[in-house]
C-alpha cells in the first residue's frame, strides 16, 4: 500500500512540474529586456490606465543608465540603477512643465517611478514594486 501512495505521489509530483513547462517557454519566448524597450503604462496603483500611443510610457537606457518617459503629456527623464538582484532604483524624475488633461495621474505616475525599490517580468509584462507592493506594471510596445 505504501508504495502504490508513493508511486501517485510521484506521478502527480512530475504531472505538476511537466505541466507548467509551456507557461515558462512562454514567458522565454515572450520576454523583452528591461533596457532599450518601450513599456506602456497598464496599471498604475492596482487601477487599470487604457494605453495610448505617446502616453505613459517609459525606457531605459542600458548604454548611460538614464530613462526617457511621457506621462500624460510631459516628458520625463532621469536616472536609474539596477542590481542582480532585481532591484531596481529611479532616481529624482524630471519632467517637462505642459498643462496636461490629467495632471493627477501623471504624479501618480512619477511618484510610483520614485518610489520602485525592485521589478519583476512577466514575458512581455514589467512589474514595478516597492518593498514588494504592486506599484505598476507595463507592457513591452511591439517594435
Known amino acids: 500500500m505504501k508504495n502504490i501512495v508513493r508511486i501517485l505521489a510521484l506521478f502527480f509530483a512530475a504531472a505538476a512540474m511537466t505541466a507548467c513547462c509551456h507557461c515558462r517557454a512562454y514567458q522565454k519566448k515572450t520576454r523583452r529586456p528591461l533596457t532599450g524597450t518601450t513599456w506602456q503604462l497598464i496599471q498604475l496603483d492596482g487601477r ?10 517609459l525606457t531605459l537606457s542600458a548604454d548611460d543608465g538614464r530613462f526617457t518617459g511621457v506621462g500624460s503629456c510631459n516628458r520625463l527623464m532621469g536616472s536609474f540603477e539596477t542590481a542582480a538582484s532585481r532591484a531596481l532604483k529611479f532616481g529624482r524624475v524630471g519632467s517637462t512643465r505642459m498643462g496636461c488633461p490629467d495632471p493627477e495621474l501623471e504624479w501618480q505616475f512619477v511618484r510610483a517611478l520614485e518610489a520602485t525599490t525592485h521589478y519583476d517580468m512577466d514575458g512581455p509584462m514589467l512589474l514595478l514594486l516597492s518593498d514588494g507592493e504592486l506599484r505598476a506594471v507595463f507592457q513591452a510596445v511591439a517594435e
Open 48 to 57: 487599470s490606465v487604457q494605453p495610448q500611443e505617446g502616453r505613459f510610457s
